[in-house]
C-alpha cells in the first residue's frame, strides 16, 4: 500500500489534478468508474488464520477511467456507496494530526485529496519490526479511526476466505471490483474462526503504478493481519501421593498487533478437578522473564469449585513474542470419588476471542482388600499402616482398619511399591502372628501383590481383572497356611515342639527311676 499510495499521488501529479477533480468530472460525463473484478488475495503462515474466516469489505475508493484506449488515464474518488464522508474526515484528521497537512472543508472529494497528497503514504521508519506492522504510519491511524465509523460506508461485502481457500490452506483469493477496501473481520457469532484471533482492520488497493500511469487492475495481495492462539500446560510429577505438592506452569506468548485495538482481552481460565487444593497465593506471571505486579498487571478472579481466571491486563504494553509464564502449586489430596485414577487439570486460553486449551493428568490412585478369618469369614477392626517404598511417598500417618465387611482401603496414592504392615489384630486372634506385603500401584490401581510375612498371611499374587486380594488372621498356629515358607516354618514349630516334649518325657523318666 506504501507504494501504491506513493505511486497515485505521483500520478496525480501528473495527470494535472484530474484525480482531485474526479467528481465533477464524472458528473460531467468525462470519466467513468472502473467496475471491473479484481483478484485479492490473502495469504497466512498458518491455515487456521484462515479457516472458516469472514471479512467484511468496505469500499472507501473508486477508480476512474478517463479517455479510452492507449490514451486511459485514471483517477481516484471517493467510493459512491460511502454514505457519509464525515467518516474518511475524521479518520483522516487522524491521519494528518501532528502535521502542516489540514484536510479541507470545501465540499471536495477527500479520498481523491488524500491519495493525490500523498496523505496516507507511510514511510519505512514507521513500521514495527517486532510485528511487522505499520504502528505509527498515517495509514494505520486512518484504519483504526476509520473501524469505528464503518456505518457510514454503506453495506460491506462479505468475503468468505473460508470457502476460497487454496489446496495449502495457506492463501485465499476473492473477487471485487477495482478499488480500495476496508477489510474488517466479521462479527464471531456470524460462524467465523475461533482458532486465530480476529484480524486487525486492513487497507488494500488492487492496481499499481507504472512508470507515472496508474494500472487498476493488478491483482492485490496481503497478508492477514492476525494469528493463531496456543497455550501449553505441564505440572511438576506425573503421579502423586496425597499431601504431595506439585507446580503447574502454563505458558503463551504475547499476541502480535495488540497495539491497534482499542480493548485486547487475554484471560486464562483455569479448571482444576478434584483431589488437589490450589494454592492461588502461590501464582505468579512473567513475561519475557520479568515479573508481573498483581493488580497492576494481571487480576485473578476465583470462581465455583476451585475454577479461576488470570486476566493480563497489560498484554497491550508487552513486547509481541515474549513467553508468557503462569505458575501456580498445589497439592494433591486424597481422592474423592471411588476409584479416581487421576487429578486432571486443564486451561482455556482465550486471546481476544480466539481460545486455546490444554490439560495436565497427575496419577492419583487407590486400592482395596478384604481381612478374613481362617475359614474365610471377613474381619473387621483390624489396623493397616502403608509405607512407601524406593522412593515412592505418602504420608507416615496413612492408617486403615477394616471395616464390617473386612474391606480395607488406601486412597490418594502415587504409582509405586508400597509396604502394608498390620499394627493391630481383632480381638481373639493371635497378636504375634501379624500379616505383612508389599503392593504394588501402576495408572491408579494395584497390580502386584507380595507376602512379606513368613506366617503366608498374604499370599503373593499378580492382578488381573476383578482380583480381590485377602489377607488373614488366625487365632493358633494349626490355622497357618501348610504351603511355602509358612508351611516349612509350622513344621519346624511341631518338630521343636515334639522334640522338646521327648526330652521332657525323658528328663522325667530319669527322675523315676533315680
Partial sequence: MRKLFAGIAAAATLLGGMALGAASAQADGSGTVVTSEVNFTFTAQDAKQLTNRKLDAYKIADYVQYGIGDNATYGVQT??????????????????AGTNKTVPTDGGDLMAWALAEGVLDTTESSKDTATGAWKNGASRKFVETLKTRTNMLGDPTVVDLGKNLAENGLSATVTLPAGLYLFVDADYSAGTNKDATPSIAILVGSGNVTNGVL????????????????????????????????????TSKVPQNTQYYSDYGYTYTDTPSAGQTVHLDSLKVTVGGSDLNKGKDYTVAEGKNGK???????????????????????????????????????VVLSDNGAKATDSTTITNGQFSFIKTDAQGNALAGADFEIEGQSGTSTPSTATATSDS??????KGLAD?????????????????????????????????????????????????????????????????????????TLFTVVALLVAGAGVAVALKSRQRMR
Fill in 79 to 96: 467510493a459512491g456507496t460511502v454514505t457519509d464522508q464525515s467518516g474518511i474526515k475524521a479518520a483522516l484528521e487522524a491521519a494528518v
Fill in 215 to 250: 494500472n487498476p487492475l493488478t491483482e492485490a495481495t496481503v497478508a492477514i493481519k492476525n494469528q493463531t492462539t496456543t497455550v501449553s500446560k505441564t505440572v511438576s510429577a506425573a503421579t502423586a501421593s496425597a499431601g504431595q505438592k506439585v507446580t503447574y506452569t502454563i
Fill in 308 to 346: 479461576f481466571t488470570v486476566n493480563i491486563t497489560s498484554i497491550k504494553q508487552r513486547n509481541a513474542g515474549d513467553e508468557i509464564v503462569v505458575t501456580y502449586d498445589a497439592e494433591v489430596t486424597e481422592a474423592e470419588a471411588t476409584g479416581r485414577k487421576a487429578v486432571t487439570n486443564t
Fill in 405 to 410: 465387611n473386612g474391606t480395607v482401603t488406601f
Fill in 416 to 488: 509405586g511399591t508400597y509396604k502394608v504392615t498390620e499394627t493391630n489384630v481383632p480381638a481373639g486372634f493371635q497378636q504375634n502372628l501379624k500379616a505383612a506385603f508389599t503392593v504394588t500401584i501402576a495408572n491408579g490401581k494395584a497390580v502386584k501383590y507380595a507376602g512379606a510375612d513368613i506366617w503366608g498371611l498374604a499370599p503373593s499374587a499378580e492382578v488381573s481383572g476383578n482380583y480381590t486380594y485377602k489377607v488373614k488372621n488366625v487365632k493358633n498356629v494349626t490355622q497357618l497356611p501348610l504351603t511355602g515358607a509358612a508351611g516349612t
